[in-house]
């Protein structure tokens, strides 16, 4: 949990509601010479919501019969289950991210098994003007087999002992690789028909989209009258249209990767409006792409075949996502409780008696929050 950003987590404890609005990152232009007249830039902030909407809890009971003679060690045969029960909810909420993240890697249908493909996650976040720092792979168990046998060859004799007995990768390409077994698996849209753009300057500005990082594109080439023509998460590069590096804002010479971020269903006439990220800004300090497509520019999946489905391994720094944790209240009415912390989750166990069934029910009790906060800070390679 140390991987991703936790800051929020002392906001929460002051009490000041269930959403906290974290301001993305401010970007600014410089210009030629002294002179400013006409040419003193707007501080235009965005906001983003986290908002503690995940209640997860372990309930268990035991009787007075099994607390006295069945049950020994009882913290690490029964509570230590239902912790890590809980924090596996917690990383699969993380996991559940990629939705949100564009930048993509990969084959499809092909695990990641070398150097070169953990570069390629790296490249991305360089040109992105990712912090170098901090860098964390988490990947598949059959991605982390192969990356460890890919790389056998070319690790220090320590890492390679490390890889081959357990899997653990180490550091290598700046990025700290781990395996996981929380991430998802996409399933791609229905894929039927040519898609192109339908209609020229559909460009906007980070005014219109600062808070949600988000637009509508529209496209038609489809087939006509499909449900989950693409669906959440897809990922597609338009004809032409290249990232910039947002320092420099020149073209980085890949095409810039834009994903999907609600189902979508081409109607009668084959058109359909996308809502995608990032959204198409050619100019200025939030720039995010050299052009805006040509009417007619052609789309390209990058996910996948139509309707299949593969893992999405994550690489990113820690301000790409943030996660938020609160302290539960203790109840009233004699419950006894307590808070405690492991693995970087705050947990509320609360113990009651059943005076008319003898037995005691347990509970184990989180309340958190996750968000995407800079999609720009992360990868998604596929297998």
Do not use: C
């Not at 999946?301 to 489905?309: N, P, R, V």
Request: proline content about 5%.
């Amino acid at each position: 949990m140390d991987r991703v950003d936790r800051q929020l987590d002392t906001e929460f404890e002051n009490k000041i509601g269930d959403t906290v609005n974290v301001r993305r990152r401010v970007r600014y232009q410089a210009i030629d010479g002294p002179d400013i007249t006409g040419q003193i830039q707007d501080t235009i902030e965005g906001a983003i919501p986290v908002q503690l909407d995940k209640f997860k809890t372990v309930p268990i009971e035991f009787s007075s019969k099994d607390l006295t003679l069945t049950i020994e060690e009882f913290s690490e045969r029964y509570i230590r289950p239902a912790m890590i029960e809980l924090t596996q909810q917690v990383e699969s909420e993380i996991a559940d991210q990629y939705k949100k993240i564009f930048y993509f890697t990969g084959t499809p249908g092909t695990d990641p098994s070398s150097f070169l493909d953990l570069g390629a996650a790296g490249t991305k976040l360089d040109n992105a003007g990712a912090p170098m720092d901090s860098r964390s792979g988490f990947y598949t168990p059959s991605a982390s087999y192969a990356l460890a046998d890919g790389l056998k060859g070319v690790f220090p004799t320590q890492i390679a002992t490390r890889a081959i007995e357990r899997a653990t990768i180490g550091q290598y390409a700046n990025i700290d690789v781990m395996m996981s077994q929380s991430l998802k698996t996409h399933t791609v849209g229905a894929l039927s028909g040519t898609p192109v753009i339908n209609g020229a300057s559909q460009d906007v500005t980070y005014l219109a989209t600062k808070d949600t990082y988000e637009q509508t594109l529209n496209v038609d080439g489809w087939t006509a009258s499909v449900t989950d023509i693409l669906l959440e998460g897809d990922v597609f590069n338009i004809a032409n249209v290249y990232s910039v590096n947002p320092r420099t804002r020149q073209t980085t010479g890949q095409l810039q990767d834009f994903v999907v971020r609600a189902d979508a269903a081409s109607n009668g006439s084959g058109e359909t409006a996308l809502t995608i990220s990032p959204p198409i800004i050619t100019g200025g300090a939030y720039q995010t792409v050299d052009s805006a497509p040509a009417d007619g520019a052609a789309l390209t999946i990058l996910t996948g075949a139509a309707d299949s489905q593969h893992p999405q391994n994550l690489v990113f720094h820690p301000n790409a996502i943030t996660l938020a944790m609160a302290q539960l209240e203790m109840p009233q009415g004699g419950a006894k409780s307590s808070r405690e912390t492991m693995d970087g989750i705050s947990v509320r166990s609360v113990t009651q008696y059943n005076v008319l069934t003898d037995v005691n029910v347990y509970r184990f009790d989180i309340l958190f929050g996750v968000e995407t906060q800079n999609p720009y800070l992360a990868v998604r390679t596929t297998g």
